[in-house]
């Protein structure tokens, strides 16, 4: 039984630190098709269509590329 703020907070370092994220991300639905985007050339392989924000047939988009592009850390 956890009776004071300092135990409270040992208690949150254990489970902070306990903690294994995943090595791998699921995608779901698994059978969505990634569209790749190439920084250097400036090519991206877009669906035939694609919907906005306001639009109410709008779907998820699911697209790769890298992290860093030009010493900046595009996450």
Same mark, same amino acid.
């Given at each position: 039984?956890?009776?004071?703020?300092?135990?409270?907070?040992?208690?949150?370092?254990?489970?902070?630190?306990?903690?294994? $994220? *995943?090595?791998? @991300?699921?995608?779901?639905?698994?059978? !969505?098709?990634?569209?790749?985007?190439?920084?250097?050339? #400036?090519?991206?392989? $877009? *669906?035939?269509? @694609?919907?906005?924000?306001?639009?109410? !047939?709008?779907?998820?988009?699911?697209?790769?590329?890298? #992290?860093?592009?030009?010493?900046?850390?595009?996450?």
């Amino acid at each position: 039984m956890i009776t004071g703020s300092q135990e409270y907070k040992a208690y949150l370092a254990t489970l902070a630190n306990s903690y294994n $994220p *995943p090595n791998i @991300l699921l995608r779901i639905p698994v059978n !969505e098709k990634v569209y790749d985007v190439d920084l250097d050339s #400036r090519i991206i392989t $877009p *669906p035939k269509f @694609l919907g906005v924000e306001s639009d109410h !047939e709008a779907e998820l988009v699911y697209f790769k590329m890298d #992290r860093y592009y030009d010493n900046i850390d595009l996450a």
